[in-house]
């Protein structure tokens, strides 16, 4: 997609469809309350082009609620749309982000490829003050995570998207920081999408070795060093609990490596980011049912989040050194397959019991864990789509969260603040570990059904110590079952913008 930033009035953009965005200020309730809707532009030729609509009560902005205006009154534009943000104390930034996604993906079956997105205005009477910069970033955001769609692969109907997009913000002196706010939307918006389209990829196409070559492809495009490591480098670091999932597999395994180093830095923390690359879990010899398990083609969504944010972190250029390491394998199950009650050993040394082939994900990050400490990371953090458990804690609104040190845990909470996306602390402790001894070796790699996303991450907090760390456990969040009104059903991209500010909290 295009796109450009006008600072002209919105009355006179010549354009197929002007979206502006109105909050509700009704704060009565019941019946008789009629809704009061004000749109968030002083620009009074658009604010009487609507007025009738909104006088009318038939409108309530409600959070995503649209309306089309066709030739508006007084307007260049062909068409005005309303995009709701709900009630005033709901019209956050994170609300402008899913309207703008609303209005591209009204736009986008309508055979209209372009439009315009007024930033939202501080309107007096309104109540809402929403800064210029956060706003033009997040509409850039919503815009380009609204014109995603997962048919890759239909023969018709492909390529139906919005090509360009213009983004009007008011005019005042301070341009420059609006543009670059809004350039570092673009930049993110675009980075979760190519973590989309990597998860969208099933398992016969987008193999490890492929992941492997997208990553390092990506990395040469945006200046970041890559390396891709397969069974010899995997047998070389006695990454013993790597390979055992990938054994079983005529697929070999990938270890992708990508080095963010900016210029000058040569102190303070290295930031390791470590994701799970399943990029397809049969669940090995303890397989898994039938049903759904095709969704499981989506079991790299950790891994090509650390991938997305790499791109955006290569792109923005914090001052901070960071290294991403995905653990890419299949999980198969084989004449060669790995069984249940095997031992393998870990790169750390550490003896694994494997009680349940199914608990593939902690296996390989284990190793992608001990693999960044040993590169120099003084901080990580892993995403992994790591336990039906945690979906059934957290249902499929929050991701579950896990850390063993609360000054790392409070900057990604900040982090969230801005990126929007939701994730929930849960608990770690030591009796939680308990569960997960063995008796033959170390630690076994399940510990029953009771708190299991919890046991999962004292799984890989073993293998992170006392290296400050935090786990995304995104299960439940990768992969939206249905279409939302803006944003398509199918990969989500969760946690590239959260991992990407947590990032830029480390800067110099
Ligand atoms: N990839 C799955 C977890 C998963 C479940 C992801 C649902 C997305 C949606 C993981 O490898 C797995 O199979 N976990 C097992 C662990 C169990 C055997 C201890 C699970 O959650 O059932
Ligand atoms: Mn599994
Ligand atoms: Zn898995």
Redesign the pocket.
């Known amino acids: 997609m295009q796109t450009k930033i006008s600072f002209e009035n919105l009355a006179g953009i010549q354009t197929e469809l002007l979206a502006v965005f109105a909050t509700d200020t009704q704060t009565a309730k019941g019946p008789d309350a009629k809704p009061q809707p004000i749109l968030l532009t002083n620009d009074e030729k658009v604010r009487s082009a609507a007025t009738g609509l909104l006088t009318s009560g038939e409108y309530k902005a409600g959070p995503n609620e649209t309306v089309l205006l066709h030739s508006p009154a007084g307007l260049a534009a062909k068409r005005l749309l309303i995009v709701g943000l709900g009630k005033k104390s709901k019209s956050t930034v994170h609300a402008v982000r899913n309207a703008a996604g609303t209005a591209v993906r009204y736009t986008k079956p309508r055979a209209i490829r372009e439009l315009t997105i007024g930033v939202p205005e501080a309107v007096a009477e309104s109540g809402v003050t929403l800064a210029a910069e956060a706003s033009a970033r997040a509409v850039a955001e919503g815009a380009f995570v609204g014109n995603f769609d997962a048919d890759t692969y239909r023969s018709e109907r492909k390529d139906v998207s919005v090509q360009s997009l213009t983004v009007a913000a008011p005019a005042r002196a301070d341009q420059s920081t609006i543009r670059a706010a809004f350039n570092e939307g673009v930049v993110i918006g675009e980075s979760q999408n190519f973590t989309r389209t990597l998860v969208n990829e099933p398992g016969n196409k987008l193999t490890p070795t492929v992941l492997g070559e997208r990553a390092a492809q990506m990395a040469s495009e945006v200046g970041l060093k890559s390396e891709v490591h397969s069974t010899d480098k995997l047998h070389e670091l006695k990454m013993g609990a790597f390979w055992s999932v990938s054994q079983g597999s005529a697929e070999p395994p990938a270890l992708i490596v990508l080095k963010y180093e900016p210029e000058g830095v040569t102190d303070g923390p290295v930031l390791g980011l470590v994701g ?1 690359g ?1 990029t397809f ?1 049969t ?1 090995g010899i ?1 397989i ?1 049912p039938a049903d ?1 398990m095709e ?2 083609k ?2 790299m ?1 950790g891994g090509a989040a650390m991938i997305g944010a790499m791109r955006a972190i290569a792109l923005l250029k914090p001052k901070v050194r960071v290294i991403g390491i995905v653990c890419a394998a299949e ?1 198969m199950p084989d004449g060669k397959a790995q069984k249940p009650g095997d031992v393998q050993t870990a790169m750390s040394g550490k003896t694994i019991e494997i ?2 082939t ?5 296996l390989v990050l284990a190793d992608g864990i001990s693999y960044a400490r040993s590169l120099g990371a003084t901080h990580l953090i892993d995403a ?8 059934v804690a957290l249902g499929m609104i929050n991701g579950g969260a896990f850390s063993n040190d609360d000054a790392t845990f409070e900057k990604f909470q900040s982090a969230l603040a801005t990126s929007g996306e939701k994730f929930w602390r849960m608990p770690l402790a030591d009796e939680y570990y308990d569960m997960i001894r063995s008796d033959i070796g170390d630690i076994k ?5 009771w708190g ?2 919890i ?2 991450a004292e799984f890989l907090h073993a293998f992170a110590e006392d290296t400050p760390w935090i786990h995304l456990d995104i ?2 969040l ?2 939206i079952e249905e279409n939302k009104p803006f944003i398509a059903k199918g990969p989500s991209g969760v946690g590239v913008r959260s991992i990407l500010e947590w990032v830029r909290s480390y800067e110099k």
């Open positions: 799970k399943i879990d669940g303890s898994k759904n969704k499981m989506y079991d969504a999980n009680i349940n199914d608990a593939e994900g902690r992994a789509t790591l336990t039906g458990a945690c979906v790699n399940t510990g029953g059904r299991g996303a046991t999962a299960a439940g990768a992969w």
